[in-house]
């Protein structure tokens, strides 16, 4: 009769040590992945970010306009604008557009309004910044003034805006209606560069271009 063997202490204990290396090891791998997935899913969500702030200031910006029709008693200059400050990586535009959607139903708003691009500190992200956008659904004397203001994208490092100026044949860095050069016309397009911060800490421009289809002052 054949007498019955187990394992020994150091089977055993050999037996342990490799199923705890193996276990280690598949941890490992785990925890790189989940990383490897957190990160992907960040530079997705930024790559995501800039395309919609990008798509929305280009569709807003193509329905820019001037209109000579307004009240000469009431306004010195025409209210409608469009004015392009250059301020290295931090430019900002403000623009009278028809790209407004009525909200609230019976709203005494038409699809006019003013629109402005700019940077400003991030509150909920101490020491960056972000893109913002002010929207006043009324044209007035005091575009500068009013509306309301929504942060459109984050982590935003740079926003860089030029103007293509047809006479010159050259990009322009800073724009305005109603100076003496270029009153009554805007730039047939506009170029837009928006650079992020990514997850891993390097920096990543976006660039697009949109036309502006009425480039003289409306008559009517």
Known sequence: MTEARGFTLMEVMVAIAITAMIG??????????????????????????????????GREISMAFLSNHFDTKRYRERPTIFRGKDSGTRDALLFATMAHDRLTRDAKQSDQMVV?????????????????????????????HGGTKAKLCDHVTGLDISYWDWKKQEWADEWSSASTERQGWLPPRVRIKLTLKMDDGKDKTFETQTRIAMIRPLEF
């Open 116 to 144: 402005e691009y700019y940077l400003d500190s991030d509150p909920d992200a101490p020491g960056e910044e972000a893109l913002y956008r002010r929207e006043k659904p009324v044209i007035d004397d005091e575009p500068d």
């Open 24 to 57: 280690a090891m598949l941890g490992g791998s785990f925890q790189r992945a989940y990383a490897t997935k957190e990160t992907v899913e960040a530079q997705n969500e930024r790559y995501a970010g800039a395309r919609l702030a990008l798509g929305r200031m």
